[in-house]
């Protein structure tokens, strides 16, 4: 966790920071609390203010370790060690993962704490308060799935010594993430002040996502399936959303679609979707998300999701090949015709949060669980029909049937991978189905360190350790 708590006014939003001195002195250079929040609009900034952080881009880094990917550029910094599966507590993707998900919590915590004596009406108090506690949950459970036992701050510390808490188990963790998502769905709007932003529904949909995980491993507290249907059906079922009819159509937007119930926007010319540089193979580029072989084999025939969502040798208008095939979901072919280095490319397609099509994979996974197939299918195989390239023929991406319980299952943890590949939940998945092994069978000795029991957490950065005095997570060896 960070020791810097001064509040910073931004024209359109309110970051929180500070340092430890501003505990005990005045500061000078930055406008404090009691300045900043002296009328009801500053209230609504601090708020919005915490999406700055989202998406948590280094979870996306941990995607490289599954075996839906290949061997990432030599030049992306700390990469290849990461891929064959012998990250350090010291490189900056664990500070990363570590440090961004607390900011958002130190910052949720901040406002919280000004929040119930603001001069606002009840329900425009009673909105931001969930939507401070929707991103603060949401910020625990990204740690609480990487890291195990993590620390649990929910209030603003009064000296450096409140800032050294101890790891809690992840089950309490997982208790009070729960406990800040079911106030946000039942205190939340049922539509957002603005796309972007978190309504019931959002809160209702990461639910689904929350008890389906604790439903897996490692806690496989598999009482929860029951919760992790009701809540998806309930979204499937409220009639505000639609599978796009085209799979392509889901992605390269700069707004939402019929499809979307969270997303990160950005605005042209202002922002970039970092997974363009991620996936790009074309000269000038060290991506870090590329298809494996394996996975490219995976897909079944007439697979929109391959057929439109994976390019192998890609021809430019110099004629020139790409020598790595990419993932398109966030790639923009437009920039690679014109040869955009990433310092040029702005691409401000969205990146998913959460989507319509997870919320049927969680319902077919968890109907499963419950009862057995013979209800499930029919989740599944609506992803599968809008995964045809040809609706009209049922050979392309057949309907699933006949299917034993067991059977059922692996074929909705894989149904999982072609549809939300390079979405950030990839480690989180094979972690949630315990299914590390995959890597083992499909990498063997490339590894640097085999899979093992290490591989269900990734590693507290050193200062933490050193600094909060927590013991570390088990080192991959």
């Known amino acids: 966790m960070k020791s810097r708590y001064i509040l910073c006014a ?19 250079t930055v406008i404090s609390p009691d300045e900043f929040f002296k009328n009801p609009s500053s209230y609504e900034s601090a708020v919005t203010g915490i999406y700055a952080d989202f998406p948590l881009y280094v979870v996306y880094t ?34 990363g993962a570590w ?21 606002l009406d009840d329900s425009k108090k009673a909105q931001l308060i969930a ?15 990487l890291f195990g036992d993590v620390p649990l701050p929910l209030k603003i510390p ?11 188990g992840q089950a309490q963790v997982y208790e009070q993430v729960l406990k800040d998502l079911l106030y946000a769905e039942q205190n939340l709007p049922d539509k957002a002040a603005q796309q972007g932003r978190v309504d019931k529904n959002v809160a209702t949909a990461l639910l ?53 119930i969270w997303e990160k926007l950005y605005e042209p010319g202002r ?37 439109w969502g994976i390019i192998s040798n890609y021809i430019k208008p110099d004629k020139k090949v790409l020598d790595r095939p990419f993932f398109q979901k966030f790639v923009d072919t437009v920039s690679i015709n014109r040869g955009d280095l990433p310092s040029q490319a702005s691409i401000p397609y969205t990146v998913p949060i959460i989507r319509l099509a997870e919320m049927y994979l969680i319902a077919a996974e968890a109907e499963n669980a419950i009862n057995g197939p013979a209800n499930a299918y029919s989740y599944i195989n609506a992803i599968r029909k809008r995964a045809r390239m040809d609706k009209n023929d049922p050979t392309q991406v057949p309907d699933l049937s006949g299917l ?66 927590i013991p570390q997570n088990p080192l991959y060896k």
Not at 99 to 118: E, S
Not at 277 to 306: C, H, I
Not at 459 to 465: A, H, R, S
Request: proline share 6%; aromatic share 12%.
């Open 404 to 469: 034993s319980k067991e059977q059922f299952q692996q074929a909705v943890w894989r149904e999982f991978d072609w549809e939300l590949h390079e979405e950030g939940q990839s480690w989180t998945i094979m972690k949630r189905t315990n299914t590390f092994d995959r890597i083992q069978k499909q990498r063997g000795a490339s590894l640097n360190v085999p899979v093992g029991p290490y591989n269900q957490t990734w590693l507290i950065p050193t200062t933490e350790v050193t600094n909060n005095n």
């Open 158 to 168: 009064q000296d450096y010594n409140s800032l050294r808490l101890p790891r809690t």
């Open 62 to 95: 941990h995607e490289m370790i599954t075996d839906l990917y290949a061997t990432p550029s030599a030049s992306a910094e700390q990469a290849l060690p990461i891929y064959n599966n012998q990250p350090t507590p010291d490189y900056y993707n664990a500070g």
């Open 271 to 307: 922002g970039s979707n970092f997974l363009n540089g991620s996936s790009n193979t074309s000269p000038g580029y060290n991506p870090t998300l590329v298809p494996s072989n394996n996975f490219m084999a995976s897909f079944s025939k007439g697979d929109r999701r391959f057929s």
């Open 99 to 119: 440090n961004t998900p607390y900011a958002v919590i130190k910052n949720a915590n901040f406002i919280l704490q000004y929040l119930p004596n603001a001069p």
């Open 131 to 145: 939507e401070a506690s929707f991103l603060r949950g949401y910020a625990f459970f990204n740690l609480v799935q």
């Open 10 to 28: 931004l024209l359109t939003a309110c970051l929180l920071q500070s340092c430890e001195k501003s505990l005990q002195e005045t500061p000078k």
């Open 208 to 260: 689904a996502r929350v008890y389906l995980t604790m439903a897996g491993n490692p806690l496989k507290q598999t009482q929860y399936y029951k919760d992790a249907l009701q809540k998806s059906t309930a979204v499937i079922n409220s009639g505000k959303y639609k599978l796009m009819d085209d799979y392509a159509q889901v992605f390269h937007n700069t707004k939402y679609t019929s499809e979307s």
